[in-house]
């Protein structure tokens, strides 16, 4: 298999850029990281070789003797070298301009800020830091803000069309939700984040994760 993806079925950011391998069907050998008793040594090795960072996903292009990490780097460079029907990044330069824009500000503002949220539950009594949860919560609180009425008035973050930005959203609000409920204060966004899960190829990603959901911090 030319496409060797480096991943594991729970994380958010692989999230990601499975969409984009199942939006156009493009295929890959998913390689399992992040899981001691499910990960081949060999890959772990390969893996930590490639990209010592440890961070996953990373793809890696064997046709192109090329890696790439980092998962909006990865839905890049399929759009570029493994081009399908959907075009995740649009060829005309002002709107993957905006496409990047939405990607970048769902990834800083949005995802990254859960994922404080989320980590803070994995940690024991006595080491939480509630202080910092309430500031992401109040970041993630404007930026929701600033997504409902947008998310109101389109299908997708750049309108009729599924793009990139749509990929960085999926999982920033599915575990976003879990990770500050907004279905109340933000229903427009709630109803995308809807529409994201039943996407085919957000289902898809979403279903090969239920195995590891006990894994979540409650």
């Not at 990601?16 to 939006?23: D, Q, V």
């Not at 090795?45 to 046709?63: H, R």
């Amino acid at each position: 298999m030319t496409l060797k993806l480096y991943a594991h079925p729970l994380s958010s950011y692989c999230h990601k850029a499975l969409i984009a391998f199942y939006e156009n069907d493009t295929p890959f050998e998913f390689l399992m990281v992040g899981d001691p008793t499910k990960t081949d040594p060999k890959v772990w090795e390969e893996f930590k070789a490639m990209w010592p960072v440890g961070k996953f996903p990373v793809l890696k292009d064997t046709a192109r003797d090329w890696f790439v990490p980092e998962s909006t780097q990865i839905i890049e460079y399929l759009a570029q070298y493994y081009p399908g029907s959907s075009k995740l990044v649009p060829d005309h330069p002002d709107v993957a301009r905006q496409v990047r824009m939405r990607d970048r500000f769902l990834d800083l503002y949005v995802h990254n800020v859960m994922q404080e949220i989320m980590t803070d539950r994995r940690r024991p009594e006595g080491q939480k830091r509630p202080d910092d949860v309430a500031d992401a919560r109040r970041r993630l609180t404007i930026a929701l803000d600033m997504m409902e009425e947008e998310t109101g008035m389109m299908p997708w973050a750049m309108g009729d069309v599924f793009t990139m930005a749509d990929c960085a959203a999926s999982p920033a609000l599915f575990y976003g939700h879990m990770a500050m409920p907004f279905d109340k204060t933000h229903p427009n966004v709630f109803a995308y984040r809807q529409r994201l899960m039943e996407r085919p190829s957000y289902a898809r990603a979403l279903k090969e994760a239920e195995p590891y959901f006990n894994l979540l911090p409650k």
